[in-house]
């Protein structure tokens, strides 16, 4: 997909997306790579149920309703730099930057106790 991230990245819960979501998740890692890049090039992880979800795993995992991982336009992720865990506020507050310079496609930034969600919605939404 992109130099630092492969397809199967984004689904790893056995169930292959659809073809239809492919283009939005390939659109998804080139701006995972220009957070990478931002970030001082660590490494950075997106979870396990944290690229795109079928809608069973959606439900099992409680996530919303219309949420943009069905869609192939979300992933949770953890960065790694240096050997550590780099806080989730931290990362958030990266991308928020990158979204409003136009760096990046507007979207999505959640901040979770272990991660931190982005998401390529077109609009600068947080919580």
Not at 4 to 13: A, C, G, I, N, V
Not at 72 to 82: E, L, P, T
Not at 113 to 120: L, R
């Amino acid at each position: 997909m992109t130099p630092h991230f492969q397809y199967r990245e984004f689904w790893r819960h056995g169930v292959e997306p659809p073809p239809s979501v492919i283009p939005q998740l390939r659109e998804l890692a080139e701006q995972l790579e220009v957070m990478r890049a931002q970030l001082g090039g660590p490494r950075i992880v997106i979870t396990r149920h944290g690229g795109w979800r079928s809608v069973e795993i959606n439900r099992d995992v409680g996530g919303a309703t219309r949420s943009q991982h069905l869609f192939g336009r979300a992933a949770d992720i953890v960065v790694w730099s240096g050997g550590h865990v780099v806080v989730p506020r931290d990362v958030a507050d990266v991308v928020l930057r990158l979204m409003r310079s136009g760096a990046i496609i507007a979207g999505g930034v959640g901040v979770y106790s272990g991660f931190t969600h982005v998401d390529t919605r077109g609009r600068v939404t947080t919580w």
